[in-house]
């Protein structure tokens, strides 16, 4: 399981390796390497659903990287539910629902909620640096 997630160099160099003594809540790992022992358990156990929130939350972009690549293993073969605030998770996954104040706000995949620009857009215009829509590539001035 850690080797299908891509944990397993990690663990290796634990002190201890597999044996390492993990402290209560894992407190004696990085939120990474906490983040990859929980993809190899959910790799274990198998399950239909996946639930991950806010799983790179607190990650540096290599970890990141790292814990995506695991999460996309994980979530080929089931349903996977990401609960995420960071844009660039958001924007990898088949459909992103937009949540305000407990409702439903926008509801679709990356490309077509930044074709509808609301609120999904804005969020997206103001991560990338960018204050206002595009024009459309020949669009008249």
């Known amino acids: 399981a850690a080797r299908a997630v891509g944990a ?13 003594e993990v402290a209560e809540r894992g407190r004696n790992l990085s939120a990474g390497q906490r983040q990859l022992i ?3 358990r959910a790799e274990l156990v ?6 991950l929130d806010e799983a790179t939350a607190a990650l540096d972009l290599a970890t990141e990287a790292q814990v ?5 293993r994980l979530a080929g073969r089931r349903t996977t539910l990401v609960v995420a605030h ?18 439903v706000a926008e509801d679709g995949t990356h490309e077509e909620l ?8 804005e969020l997206w215009r103001t991560f990338v640096g960018q204050s206002e829509p595009e024009e459309p590539v020949g669009a008249a001035r």
Do not use: K
């Not at 198998?46 to 639930?51: K, S």
């Not at 960071?86 to 409702?103: K, P």
């Not at 930044?114 to 857009?121: N, P, T, V």
């Open 114 to 121: 930044l074709a509808r620009d609301g609120r999904y857009a």
């Open 46 to 51: 198998d399950p239909d659903i996946l639930l």
């Open 68 to 72: 995506n690549q695991a999460t996309d």
């Open 38 to 40: 929980a993809l190899a």
């Open 8 to 20: 397993h160099e990690m663990i290796a160099r634990l002190p201890g390796g597999y044996l390492h």
């Open 86 to 103: 960071r844009l660039t998770t958001a924007a990898r996954a088949d459909r992103v629902v937009v949540m305000d104040r407990g409702r």
